[in-house]
Nanobody
Framework: QVQLVESGGGSVQAGGSLRLSCVAS?????????MGWFRRCPGKEREGVASIDSDLNTNYIDSVKGRFTISKDYAKKTLYLQMNNLKPEDTAMYYCATGGYAIWRTSLIPEAAYSSWGQGTQVTVSS
C-alpha cells in the first residue's frame, strides 16, 4: 500500500504563487510510478490538473499550461506542483495520486490509472 501526504496549500492573492508537495511512502511505492495532481473546485467535479508518467512525460489541462509545473524529486519521493500566476478559478482542494507503471506521452493520465490518493490540501486564491 502507498501513502500520500500533501502540503503547501494556503491563501494567496491573484497573481501569487504556491508550491504543493506530496510525499509518498509505503513498501510498494517506486519512483517509476505515474503520479498526478487533481483538484475539486467548489461545486464542480474532480479534474486532473497535471500528470507525470513513468518516463517523466508531463501533461497539463489547458487552463494551467504555462502557469503550473509538475516535477518529482526521486531522492525525497516527493511530487511537486509549482503554481504561478494563480487565478481565483484555481481555488480548489488539490489532491495527489499515484498508480503503477505506465507511459502517457501526449495526454493527461486518466483517473482510472491511479490507485492511491492523498487527503488533499486547500488552495484559495482571492481577487
Amino acid at each position: 500500500q502507498v501513502q500520500l501526504v500533501e502540503s503547501g496549500g494556503g491563501s494567496v492573492q491573484a497573481g501569487g504563487s504556491l508550491r504543493l508537495s506530496c510525499v509518498a511512502s509505503g513498501h510498494t511505492y517506486t519512483n517509476y510510478f505515474v503520479m498526478g495532481w487533481f483538484r475539486r473546485c467548489p461545486g464542480k467535479e474532480r479534474e486532473g490538473v497535471a500528470s507525470i508518467d513513468s518516463d517523466l512525460n508531463t501533461n497539463y489541462i489547458d487552463s494551467v499550461k504555462g502557469r503550473f509545473t509538475i516535477s518529482k524529486d526521486y531522492a525525497k519521493k516527493t511530487l511537486y506542483l509549482q503554481m504561478n500566476n494563480l487565478k481565483p478559478e484555481d481555488t480548489a482542494m488539490y489532491y495527489c495520486a499515484t498508480g503503477g507503471y505506465a507511459i502517457w506521452r501526449t495526454s493527461l493520465i486518466p483517473e482510472a490509472a491511479y490507485s492511491s490518493w492523498g487527503q488533499g490540501t486547500q488552495v484559495t486564491v482571492s481577487s
